[in-house]
């Protein structure tokens, strides 16, 4: 999710948010240490990725296993900020792709503690807090699996997915593999895909 400069005079505290529709505060946004920040328009490249990657891991849901679901955009509250303030703690994240465990309803106030698997696609705009910020907050979050999608620099082509799992602590990640090529995944879901099938154009009728 790419996001422009914030409005300094908005800021929300986790009663607020608990009680509102999350989509109140905007058709896309995401909230910051408090502060609604709202979101840019992403590329073609990018939508399609989120959609194609999105799509590839339902269909590889096993229909006689344990509930799963894949979620886009939802919002996911993660950890609170350390501010002493409590309209400046909160912070909900829209990961562009999320597999959770759908044996309990979704609730954005407590669905990162059954996501199994997030995604964020990379953007000019988003790839300092994709592997900065977002992979601090999911590793806090406990959630056990977080791939990043890398373009090249002309960013309409996948150039690499970074696959990053918990380490002994259980808060922090540590490089498992990155897939070139294709992405392949052993869990949430057993996924076999190629960069050339996440990125491709339907054709023209």
Same mark, same amino acid.
């Given at each position: 999710?790419?996001?422009? =400069? !914030?409005?300094?005079?908005?800021? %929300? $505290?986790?009663?607020?948010? &608990?009680?509102?529709?999350?989509?109140?505060? #905007?058709?896309?946004?995401?909230?910051?240490?408090?502060?609604?920040?709202?979101?840019?328009?992403?590329?073609?490249?990018?939508?399609?990725?989120?959609?194609?990657?999105?799509?590839?891991?339902?269909?590889?849901?096993?229909?006689?296993?344990?509930?799963?679901?894949?979620?886009?955009?939802?919002?996911?509250?993660?950890?609170?900020?350390?501010?002493?303030?409590?309209?400046?703690?909160?912070?909900?994240?829209?990961?562009?792709?999320?597999?959770?465990?759908?044996? =309990? !309803?979704?609730?954005?106030?407590? %669905? $990162?503690?059954?996501?199994? &698997?997030?995604?964020?696609?990379?953007?000019? #705009?988003?790839?300092?807090?994709?592997?900065?910020?977002?992979?601090?907050?999911?590793?806090?979050?406990?959630?056990?699996?977080?791939?990043?999608?890398?373009?090249?620099?002309?960013?309409?082509?996948?150039?690499?997915?970074?696959?990053?799992?918990?380490?002994?602590?259980?808060?922090?990640?540590?490089?498992?593999?990155?897939?070139?090529?294709?992405?392949?995944?052993?869990?949430?879901?057993?996924?076999?895909?190629?960069?050339?099938?996440?990125?491709?154009?339907?054709?023209?009728?």
């Amino acid at each position: 999710m790419t996001t422009a =400069e !914030p409005s300094p005079s908005r800021h %929300v $505290a986790l009663e607020e948010f &608990l009680a509102t529709d999350p989509h109140a505060f #905007g058709a896309r946004y995401e909230i910051v240490d408090g502060l609604v920040v709202h979101a840019m328009a992403q590329s073609p490249a990018h939508d399609r990725v989120v959609r194609r990657l999105a799509d590839a891991l339902e269909r590889a849901i096993d229909p006689d296993g344990p509930c799963r679901e894949v979620n886009s955009d939802t919002p996911v509250r993660l950890a609170d900020g350390g501010s002493v303030d409590a309209s400046r703690r909160l912070n909900v994240r829209f990961p562009d792709v999320m597999v959770r465990d759908c044996s =309990e !309803p979704y609730d954005a106030a407590t %669905v $990162a503690s059954g996501a199994l &698997l997030v995604v964020e696609v990379t953007s000019e #705009g988003t790839i300092d807090a994709d592997t900065t910020i977002k992979r601090r907050l999911y590793a806090r979050a406990g959630i056990p699996t977080y791939l990043i999608v890398y373009f090249d620099k002309d960013w309409e082509t996948i150039s690499e997915v970074e696959e990053l799992r918990l380490d002994w602590s259980g808060v922090r990640y540590a490089p498992y593999q990155v897939h070139r090529d294709a992405l392949v995944l052993t869990q949430p879901v057993s996924l076999a895909v190629t960069f050339t099938d996440l990125q491709r154009r339907l054709p023209r009728q």
